[in-house]
Each structure stands twice: as structure tokens, then as C-alpha cells.
């Protein structure tokens, strides 16, 4: 059909730009890919937490998992350790997976797990998490499929190199036909009538044409905001950091399996081991605290010796108020901001690129389907932006002006509706798109000091023998599951440990 | 801890009501909650039906009901697709079978590859991929799972009596030991927005915790509460009377109900084992009910005897199906005309809804909120895909079916006709009842041709996509062959485990 796009230009390279770049080039075949990218314009590229589905984004591209892992320098990751976040000195988790198992109720084992909190059992509910256990014991192993009835499957993300993994995937798209060329766009040019882009000028004179453009050009949005003036929507009233100091240090001698995310006096600090080393950051809000304050509080607090001196970025909280305008979709930061707090940057950029995929558009590009594209990334961009906002909200701290801003601060009513809910019954009651599940919120509200007050009732119409009885057998069997892992780093060291020389931060 | 519910009160009449009572019971039951059911005079004559989709079975699987003495009982007959008769001018009748997969072969659905097929010369029409659409034309039953290699699977519903089915529920609810009170109302205490408790002009007085509104059109506990409204989509649906009646039972029974327009409305033929149920529904505007009574037997063409009955419709939604410690389900919550098949599935849906969201607490019960938004979501959608059928009508120069044609419509109703006209493809919100293939079948069935297809299917050359549909072609046909005959299906039904019914 005449009607087909056959040449799309990405804007900017960098994780999202190389992203789209391999899986335009993997599952849009019979189309020209032209990558533009500037080595003048750095790339905000640290050390990159991931949460699980980017399994099935390396299951899109056909990606080995082991060589992946060996080529970004990355470990394995099985959720977060929040360290701080309720009150100074606790710590919790949030786990990736399932918890305990499928009962076969039609009620989730949380509420099970609820009811036996009630009647004075342990409050710890990762007990029931195979995820946890091994993250707790700095084991790591691919656990075969699960039969059904049996327990679930173990999830697990990386922590990587994010320069190595857009090396990686540029390797992977230019062995596939994807043609990267290096300069600066300098100019737009548009069709008079439609206001289609229909080339990008380059600082050489010569120009690149397209019948579709992917914007990845950061937070400038250079054909996203500067040429269609799309708006962004300004979340810093709710999310105030607007800077990160990133730092990265000496390799832990035992990589963790996960990594920590630690509450400090104005933002929080991460943490995430990778095999050649450990990146480091600290996400703060300028207006509670300096940026000198904050490259002293970082290197006060690394547990390895620092690899170069922190730097800056900076950042505002918020979303591209039209993520498709025209011939043209924006990915990743011209799309739109949230901190990394829960991973989810790359995940935002593959979720832009797997529904473009699934809208994929004849070269007029169906306002309907430009609509629906732009309803559902807000979605997107809305449902983590709660679960991140309420990180803050929900706390015990008032030590510092910044945590007393955030526990104080109104929030969406989108977000306050979950809350309600979860006091009510423990669960939040996601809609069917939302990222985050039942067991993500419970892990991040229960950790953060609210524990509810009821639970299904459904869950009441088991048999206390019967459900202590089940209780005990999934737990045992998390044990003997979790012994029989090995350690994380003899995990990476026998099947995907990266070769020494491409340790270059 | 705060305390728990503990005593429901589902107050309604016929099968909404008894579902309800049953299905509470059957799943809270066992966590100490205990179910009264206060049984309202019924609404149904005797010639109504229930007319239903195949999401009744899955009801019935959950609330353990013997599916056979069920059909026994209620003169059921099993129901592959619904048949549309001119719903335009000088076009052939349409399917909407309830086929389990959305007719996935390869990466995009199957549809993509019919359009694709079609424009290159393909003569078999998109109904001949349709495991349900071809037995309910060869008038058999498509019993599943049917092949599990070629994934091609359908469902199918039913049609009841509706007074004898009610009649079986209610017997069942009573073996089942739910108290049953019958009566009328004569009061209902509230406090804000809460019902504290009811009584009936027996005397009887009846307290709980949760109160199920299951009156119907009645809404006799919601509309007491203040905060209630009934939001009307009279404006989007003309037809505002049902007429029932009977003609006697076919020899041999088709596999599917009839809905046959006419200048008014439409008529609904709905094989029982028994008899025949016709339900007429048209607009008062256009036609009087004695009218319509005097022309059945010739619009129908069938001779229909005994009893015709007309009743009121009103179709629209409460804004707040649960209000306080009140939950509307079924029509009480969504009133809709029966077209696509729905009554009990309004109900049912309320219903699991209702189970899933069960209020953890006996007090503020936030769960109000989530079954609203679901509520709306499920009934708004179901709304859409029956305004389709009048949207896309070609009766022209008639005044009934242009102003169907001109009336409201959701954006998302709109948006849906313009992306399928564009590329054939089904944009699917959350919580639809109806599958991407009901949906598809409804808008080619409806005349709508799409100019396009999904680009992607351009990747796929010729030869391959030819070998796909044909197979899929052979498939379809080769089991549809082997699925037993309605009456076949209808006489096992003393043995029903012997024709794979589980």
C-alpha cells in the first residue's frame, strides 16, 4: 500500500533512542531507520535500575539474556530496599513477583496473609516472598516455570550500565539495518499544509527525511516541544526533587541482588551495585538543600571509594502534555520526567514503544489513533506518579523541612481514592493498566507505615487449621526453593560475567 | 478491628434476585455472613424470556447448579449466535457468534488477515472463520473445548423460560437454606445515606448490614436514597416498550435467536423447547402497543397464541449504583434494552462485581466508589455496542431508524466505528463484555467496509497468508461438522454429561 511508512527518523540517541531503534528495527521490518545522534550532547546515561517486564521487551528484541547481562555489565535485581523512608533507622521492601501462592480461592493470599496478621501473626509478609528471601540472603537463580497450583514463578529485573546498554543496543540495531548518523539537527522542516515534519536539516547541510519522527532528544524536546509545542504538565508541587548528584564507586565484592533506594534530609539516595562497579545518586530538591551540601552528604556515605567527582543533573517532575502530535512520538525524557525512585524510566520508554508498535500508523496517522496513544501513555505516566508521590506522603518523618513539605502536601485525588481503599481492605484496586499491582502497593504502604484495618472478606471463609496449615507448606517450600539458589555474584560468575576490559564507567 | 458485615439483605424480584441471593451466599457464606432474600411480586408474564450470553454458564458453574436439570427445568435451548434481518435495506442477515478466541492466527487478529484476504479476491466471508457463526447456520450446538491444536473454540447461551428459570433459582436458593421473606414494602428506615432496615406491609422487619437493591426498573431501596439519579438515555434509545409473546415450538430448533427490524423496532425469536418467545420491542412514539399487538403474528411471521403482555422500558443508569451501605445490581443498577442478549449479564455482572469488592468493613465502605467507576465503565460499553446495531442500521425513509441513526453518541462509541471504518481494527476499553470478534462481526455485519488494514499485515507475504486462511477456512468447517444438532443436544440433556457438557 502506497499509504506505508518506510522511513522513520529517531532524533537522539541514548537509551530511549536506541530502544526504539532496535525494536523498530526487529519488529517493523521493510522500513528505513535512521538514527540521529550528537557526541557534542551527552547523554544522561547512569547507573539504570529496571523493574521485571523488561524481560519481555528482550523477549521483543530476541535478546540472550546472558549475553545481555555479560555486554551492560549488569546484575540481577529482585526489588528495592528502601532504607529511612518510614522513620530514620527502618528499612522494608518492595518486592518484585507474587506473594506466598495462588490459593485457588479467587481471593489474592494477601488477604489470607492480612487475616493471619490480625489474629497476631508475624508482621512480616516478605516471609512469604521467594524474592525477598533470596535478595535477604544475596542469592540469585532462574527458577524453572512453575507447574500450576504451584508457587509463582520468581521475578527479577537488572541493574545495569545504562552507556553499555545503549552501546549494546546500537550494536544490536546497526546489525539490523538501522543507520546512525552523527551531527546536530539545526533546523525542522515541515509540510506548509499539514505541519508534518517531513526532514530534519543537519548542522552539515545535508538533510534527513522521514515520513514518521521519534523525538528522543531529552528533556528539550526538540521536535516535541520546540517545533509542535506540545506543553508540559508541571508535577514538582508533588514530586520537588529537581536535581541529581550521580557519583559512581568501586564494585561491592558481593554485588546485591536489588538495589537501595535511602532517604535522606532532602531527597534520597540510591544505590546500584553493577558487576565493574557501583553507581550511585543523590535525587534532591534544590530548594531544601545545595548542591555542595549534597556532594558532601554523597561521599560521606559511599561504601566504595569514589571512580570521578558527582555530577549534576537536573530535572523537573512532570509529563509532555501530548506524548504524539502529528508524525511524531516522544520517548523518554521529551516525553516526560518521574525520578527513578521505582526504576521505571526505561520502563516508560518501552511502554511508549510497545504501544506505538501496537498503533503502528499509515504515514497520515489516524488522529484516532493518535488520540488513544496519548490517553494511554498519561495514563501511564499518572499511575507511577502516584505510586511514587506516595513514597512521600505516607511517612512518619518530620526531622527536616523537606519531609515535613512532603508528608503535609496535598495529593491527586486519583491517588488519595487508593488510599482510602487500602485503609478500608489492603488493596488499592489498580485499573487494568496500571503498573503497579496489589502486591507493589501493599509493599510500598505497608513499608511506609500504614497498615489497614481490614481485608476481603472472603478471605474469613477458610478454616484457621486450614489456612495455618497452607500458611506453614508455602513457606517451607520458599525456603527449600531459596537454599537450593546460589550466591548472586558465583550466579553471574558462572554463566554471565562480563569481560574485564569493557569495565570503562 | 472495626467490625465486619455480617447479615445481607438482597431485596428484589426474579432471577436477579435469586442469583444474587445465591451467589452471596456461595462465596460469604462460608466467612459467616448471612443472606435473607425479600422477595417482591414478580414483574414476569408468562411469556417472557431470558435471552442470554454464554457468561450465565460460568454463573452457573460458580454457584454449582447442574446445568442440565437447569435446562430441563427452564425449557432452555442453547443459542450459537444472534441472526440480524433487515437491519438494511436489501442486505443478507448477520452473525454475532460468541467465539472463545478473538480469532487469533499469528500476531494480529484474524480479522487483518480476512481484509487483507478479501481485498485480494477471497470469497469466503468473515462468518465462515467463525466456529459459532457456522454451527449456529447449520444449527448446531459448539460445544468446548473443541480443538485445542488450532485454538478454535466457541461458547454459546441460552434461551429460558423466564418464569420457570426464576422458579428453579428460587428453589434452589431455598434448599441452599436462605431465608426467603415475600412481600411488599411498606417502609424503609434510613440514616443519611444509609438503610438501616425495611419493613413489609406483613409486618416482617428485616436489618443488615448490606442491602442489595435487585427491584429492577423499581430501584425501590435506591431511589429512596437521597443522592440517588437515574440518568436517562432515552435520547440515545428510541425504544421504550417491550411486548412478549408466544408461538408454538419450532420442529427442528435453529441454533440461533432471530432480531428481526421492522419499521419500529425490532422483534426477537427465541426458540424454547416448549413454545417460541417473541419479544417485540419498538418505540411508542412510532407505534401503539394495540398496533403492535394486532401486527405480531405477521411481523414475526409466526402465529402467535395465548397471552401478550407489554411492559415499560427505560433505559439509562443510576449514577451511583452503591450508595451508603446500598448496592443496586442488575436493572436496578443499568437498564438496557435486551438486544445484544444481556439482561442476567447485567446483573451478573453486577453481582461478581459486588463479590469482588465485598466491604471489608460493616461502616464507611470506600468499596462504593471502585463499583461505581466499574460499574459505569461495564454498563456504558454495553450501552455502546447495542446503540451500534442502531447506528449502522440502513433502513432508510423510515422515522424510527433515522433518527437511530442521528442520535448521541459516547466518543468512544464514535471512535470505535471510525477506527474500525479506517483499519478494521477494535479499540477495546477496560471492562467489555463483548470481544473484539463481537464486535468486528457486529460492524461488518452492520455494513461497515474498512478502507484499511494494520500495515503490519503487509509484512506477511501472499503465499503464507493465503495458506493461513485457508486452513483456518477447513478448520472451522471441519468442526463444525462434528458438533451436535440443537435437538441432539436438547435430547441428551436427560444424560447431558454424555455429550461433554461439564
Known sequence: ?505 | MTRRVEAVAVVGRDAPLWLAAAAIQRSLGPAGVRVQAVELPSWLASADCYSTLPSLASMHRLLGVDEAKMLRAASGVPVAAQRFSNWAKGAPPYLIAYDDQAGEAGDLPFVQYWLKGHREGLRAGIEDFSLGCVCARAGRVPLGPADTEAKISASYGYNLDARDYAEALKQLVTNRGIEILSGRIADVKLDGERVIGIELEGGERVEADLFVDASGAERVLMMRLPGAEFHSWRDRFSCDRVLTASATQFKSLPAFTQISAFRGGWIGIHPLQDRTAITAVYSSDGISDQTMIAQLSVLARLPVSGEAVVSELKPGLLDRAWIGNCVAIGEAAVAMEPLAAIPLHLAQGCISHLVTLFPATAEEMPEAMPYNDVIRAFASNIADFTQAHYLLNGRFDEPFWEQSREAPATGTLRGKIDLFSARGEVSLRDNETFSEQNWTLLFLGGGIEPDGFDPRIDLLADQPLIELVQQRLRAVAELAKNMPSVDQFVGALGQLQAVGVS
Not at chain 1, 182 to 195: H, P
Not at chain 1, 398 to 404: L, S
Open chain 1, 1 to 505: 500500500m502506497e499509504s506505508n511508512i518506510r522511513d522513520i527518523v529517531i532524533v537522539g540517541g541514548g537509551t530511549a533512542g536506541w530502544m526504539a531503534a532496535g525494536a523498530l528495527a526487529k519488529n517493523a521490518p521493510g522500513r528505513r531507520i535512521t538514527l540521529i545522534e550528537s557526541e557534542e550532547i551527552g547523554t544522561v546515561g547512569v547507573g539504570e535500575s529496571t523493574i521485571p517486564p523488561i524481560i519481555l521487551f528482550n523477549q521483543l528484541l530476541g535478546i540472550d539474556e546472558d549475553e545481555f547481562v555479560r555486554e551492560t555489565n549488569a546484575t540481577f535485581k529482585l526489588g528495592i530496599e528502601f532504607v529511612d523512608w518510614r522513620r530514620l533507622g527502618h528499612k522494608y521492601f518492595h518486592n518484585f513477583g507474587m506473594l506466598g501462592a495462588d490459593l485457588h480461592t479467587g481471593v489474592p493470599f494477601l488477604h489470607y496473609w492480612m487475616r493471619s496478621l490480625k489474629s497476631g501473626g508475624d508482621p512480616d509478609q516478605l516471609r512469604f516472598s521467594s524474592e525477598t528471601e533470596a535478595a535477604r540472603r544475596g542469592k540469585f537463580g532462574r527458577v524453572q516455570r512453575a507447574p500450576p497450583g504451584a508457587q509463582p514463578n520468581m521475578h527479577y529485573a537488572f541493574q545495569f550500565d545504562a552507556s553499555t546498554y545503549a552501546a549494546y543496543l546500537r550494536r544490536y540495531s546497526e546489525r539490523r539495518g538501522v543507520v546512525r548518523k552523527e551531527g546536530k539537527v539545526v533546523n525542522v522542516r515541515q509540510n506548509a499544509e499539514t505541519g508534518f515534519i517531513e526532514a530534519v536539516e543537519m548542522q552539515d547541510g545535508s538533510s534527513v527525511r522521514g515520513d514518521f519522527f521519534i523525538d528522543c532528544s531529552g528533556f528539550r524536546g526538540l521536535l516535541i516541544e520546540q517545533v509542535y509545542q506540545a506543553g508540559f504538565e508541571d508535577w514538582s508541587h508533588w514530586l520537588p526533587n529537581d536535581r541529581a548528584a550521580a557519583v559512581p564507586a568501586e564494585r561491592m565484592a558481593e554485588p546485591s541482588p536489588f538495589t537501595v533506594a535511602r532517604a535522606r534530609e532532602a531527597g534520597w539516595q540510591w544505590r546500584i551495585p553493577l558487576q565493574h562497579r557501583t553507581g550511585n545518586g543523590y535525587v534532591y530538591s534544590s530548594s531544601h538543600i545545595s548542591d555542595d551540601e549534597v556532594a558532601t552528604a554523597l561521599l560521606g556515605t559511599l561504601e566504595g571509594k569514589a571512580l570521578a567527582d558527582p555530577k549534576v543533573l537536573r530535572f523537573k517532575a512532570g509529563r509532555r502534555r501530548k506524548s504524539w502530535v502529528k508524525n511524531c512520538i516522544a520517548l523518554g525524557l521529551s516525553s516526560g520526567f518521574l525520578e527513578p525512585l521505582e526504576s521505571t524510566s526505561i520502563h516508560l520508554v518501552q511502554a511508549g514503544i510497545t504501544k506505538f508498535l501496537d498503533f503502528f500508523p499509515h504515514r497520515e496517522c489516524d488522529p484516532i489513533l493518535i488520540d488513544r496513544y496519548n490517553e494511554e501513555m498519561a495514563f501511564q505516566y499518572e499511575t507511577v506518579r502516584d505510586f511514587i508521590i506516595a513514597h512521600y506522603k505516607v511517612t512518619e518523618r518530620e526531622d527536616t523541612e523537606f519531609w515535613r513539605y512532603c508528608r503535609h502536601m496535598s495529593i491527586p485525588d486519583s491517588l488519595s481514592d487508593k488510599l482510602t481503599l487500602f485503609r478500608e481492605r489492603s488493596e488499592v484496586k489498580p485499573y487494568p493498566g496500571d503498573l503497579f499491582g496489589d502486591i507493589s502497593w501493599f509493599a510500598i504502604l505497608y513499608g511506609q507505615g500504614l497498615t489497614p484495618e481490614g481485608y476481603h472478606p472472603l478471605a474469613d471463609a477458610m478454616s484457621d487449621d486450614d489456612l495455618q496449615l497452607r500458611l506453614a507448606g508455602i513457606r517451607k517450600a520458599i525456603m527449600e526453593r531459596v537454599e537450593a539458589l546460589p550466591a548472586h555474584s558465583e550466579f553471574i560468575r558462572r554463566c554471565c560475567a562480563a569481560q574485564p576490559v569493557t569495565t570503562a564507567a
